[in-house]
């Protein structure tokens, strides 16, 4: 961890290798009046929007929609199965298995055509009184929920070293995570023009102040999406092992492990009561079973949490981009790409120069970021790929 202070603020890092653009979030971060104590960025950070995606801001008496972002509530699950890898035959794995995936599980854009049932929806919420973005956008959840999403989400099959199957997911809250981010980033733009606060509009960082009736508003919104973003994941995880079911009879699932790695919350560190935001940041509190993925063709790991409160107790959510997407598509070889995924023997979903993106080549080398973060989690289990899914 390395340390140092811009604007009089300290700045811990575990990160090895930041954009420009990340460099420069992390310097308009330390332009709030509102930081609480330091800014800590986890090995696998790059630039975002407002704030370095695997950025953990812990701040006084404010809330920031944009070092949430607007995938709220966005994580990972895993589950470990009885199946046996070596027992799957390729018509099992292909045939089976990812094409009843695909046929239940709707993938990037796609939807369900017709409305989910009430009871896998989040329960206990008051909707009508305490949403107004969710409440408006209700009716279209019932569709999304159960669907995987683009960009850098993934439905994986894995392998452990003991060789047995696993299935991990990465997916948020869909449409409905967006739509409440943009609606009260949008709102604190407003409210801060015209407070005439310090925090100008170009650092993409606008905020609500506890004290505030759009805090309250945000804040439930918010907490609405984090329990819609497990409720999906969850949704999704159900199929799947409804898929795996009916393909091998009789296959036993362990109790599915869940991280969110978008929200917000209410913590104490350092003795005192702060708001922790953690924007592609994993909770890490000592015991803490978590999730750390790789990039497609590379491991990806079960992990425990250390507790170190120098990270606000938070980890990296993942290996981090290496190549912005323009990037991604501009200099990585597509035909390199699909031979070291073919090399390894992964069904993977790297077809044209339009998934360069999320091809390995875009990530970090997440065997780096895993020893950069030794003091934040310890590993329990890692896990190579098999087959993936994309969006």
């Known amino acids: 961890?390395?340390?140092?202070?811009?604007?009089?603020?300290?700045?811990?890092?575990?990160?090895?290798?930041?954009?420009?653009?990340?460099?420069?979030e992390v310097y308009n971060l330390c332009r709030l009046p509102f930081v609480f104590h330091h800014i800590a960025l986890m090995p696998d950070a790059h630039g975002g929007k407002g704030m370095p995606i695997g950025g953990v801001l812990a701040t006084k008496n404010a809330v920031i929609p944009n070092a949430v972002g607007v995938d709220i509530g966005c994580g990972m699950c895993a589950v470990k199965t009885s199946v046996r890898v070596d027992e799957l035959t390729p018509e099992i794995l292909r045939k089976g298995i990812l094409r009843g995936i695909r046929k239940?599980?709707?993938?990037?854009?796609?939807?369900?055509?017709t409305p989910q049932p009430e009871e896998y929806m989040p329960q206990g919420f008051d909707i009508d009184a305490t949403t107004t973005v969710v409440a408006r956008q209700i009716n279209a959840a019932r569709k999304q929920i159960g669907t995987l999403g683009g960009g850098n989400h993934f439905i994986e099959l894995q392998r452990d070293d003991e060789g047995y199957l696993w299935i991990?997911?990465?997916s948020g809250s869909r449409n409905l995570g967006k739509q409440v981010g943009e609606f009260y980033n949008q709102k604190a733009e407003m409210l801060n023009r015209r407070w005439y606060s310090s925090v100008v509009s170009d650092l993409s960082l606008p905020f609500l102040p506890v004290k505030s009736d759009e805090f309250s508003q945000y804040w439930a919104e918010m907490e609405y999406c984090v329990e819609f973003a497990l409720c999906n994941r969850r949704l999704i995880m159900h199929r799947i092992q409804e898929v795996i079911g009916d393909t091998i009879p009789d296959t036993r699932f362990e109790p599915m492990i869940n991280i969110a790695h978008n929200y917000a919350a209410w913590e104490n560190h350092f003795g005192e009561n702060c708001i922790v935001h953690r924007k592609g940041a994993t909770l890490a509190t000592a015991g803490t079973v978590g999730i750390i993925p790789g990039s497609q063709g590379t491991c990806s790991y079960i992990t425990e949490g250390l507790g170190n409160p120098e990270s606000f107790m938070s980890c990296s959510h993942g290996a981090g981009r290496r190549l912005s997407r323009t990037e991604a598509r501009n200099t990585l070889s597509l035909q390199d790409e699909i031979a070291r995924l073919d090399s390894l023997?992964?069904?993977?979903?790297?077809?044209?120069?339009?998934?360069?993106?999320?091809?390995?080549?875009?990530?970090?080398?997440?065997?780096?970021?895993?020893?950069?973060?030794?003091?934040?989690?310890?590993?329990?289990?890692?896990?190579?790929?098999?087959?993936?899914?994309?969006?």
Do not use: C, F
Request: net charge neutral; aromatic share 2%.
């Open 1 to 24: 961890m390395q340390e140092t202070i811009i604007n009089n603020v300290t700045v811990k890092s575990w990160v090895t290798e930041l954009d420009e653009h990340g460099r420069q």
């Open 104 to 113: 239940q599980i709707p993938l990037g854009r796609d939807r369900h055509k």
């Open 168 to 170: 991990m997911i990465h």
């Open 345 to 391: 023997g992964i069904v993977h979903a790297v077809r044209s120069k339009a998934d360069l993106d999320e091809s390995t080549g875009a990530y970090k080398d997440i065997d780096e970021v895993m020893a950069a973060q030794s003091d934040l989690v310890r590993i329990r289990t890692r896990l190579t790929p098999i087959a993936v899914i994309k969006g």
